[in-house]
């Protein structure tokens, strides 16, 4: 009885090590066409460090947007300001900034904290790589800039002319980090709806 009793867990462990042949074939020949889809819910589930509270990616983004482009105001504007007298040298380097910490800090945060892969492209004018990319977003930070601009004169207009005011806005770091962000959301938008035209018309 006793070498019988002893037999048996070497026999369940056979069983219990037994290979699965069938669901080793299924997972090798899986591919991105044939991948079973699961929701964001049920992928959220087995996340680790899972939050009870949890930014929506438009508010992250714009919150990353917000900060970034504030710094730029307070270290160029009001830091650089002291030493940098001419009006549109001062414009031309806060453009240069405003391109470089939208491609080598805002971009990449953003790349860093998406939940999925290429999520983050949503929230970028400028999805682009490399030295290019690099470019485009310098071009890029002076197209911003113009539209910084073109709001504070269009906000100091509409306080002389309805409030009379007899003060202009100046600029300060969370007013420009407003008014960049918003720009910013803009452009997106609009490319947004300049490429879904564009698909809407390759289907038809």
Not at 109 to 129: A, H, I, N, Q, Y
Not at 181 to 191: E, H, P, R, S
Request: hydrophobic share 50%.
């Amino acid at each position: 009885m006793a070498k019988e009793k002893a037999k048996q867990p070497d026999k369940a462990a056979g069983e219990y090590y037994q290979l699965h042949t069938g669901a080793v074939d299924d997972l090798v020949n899986t591919t991105a066409e044939n991948a079973p889809r699961y929701s964001q819910a049920e992928l959220d589930k087995y996340r680790s460090g899972k939050k009870k509270w949890k930014l929506p990616e438009s508010v992250k983004a714009l919150l990353i947007k917000f900060w970034f482009y504030g710094a730029v105001c307070f270290f160029v504007f009001m830091g650089l300001g002291v030493y940098v007298t001419n009006q549109w040298d001062m414009l031309f380097i806060g453009a240069v900034v405003l391109g470089m910490v939208t491609d080598l800090l805002i971009n990449h945060f953003l790349r860093f904290t998406e939940k999925m892969p290429g999520g983050s492209r949503d929230w970028m004018l400028v999805t682009r790589r490399g030295a290019m990319g690099f470019f485009m977003n310098l071009m890029y930070g002076f197209l911003l800039m113009a539209a910084v601009i073109t709001l504070y004169n269009l906000v100091n207009m509409m306080l002389i002319s309805v409030f009379g005011a007899k003060q202009m806005l100046g600029v300060e770091p969370i007013l420009f980090g407003i008014f960049a962000t918003g720009a910013d959301m803009l452009f997106i938008a609009v490319k947004r709806t300049f490429r879904k035209i564009v698909e809407d018309a390759k289907n038809k």
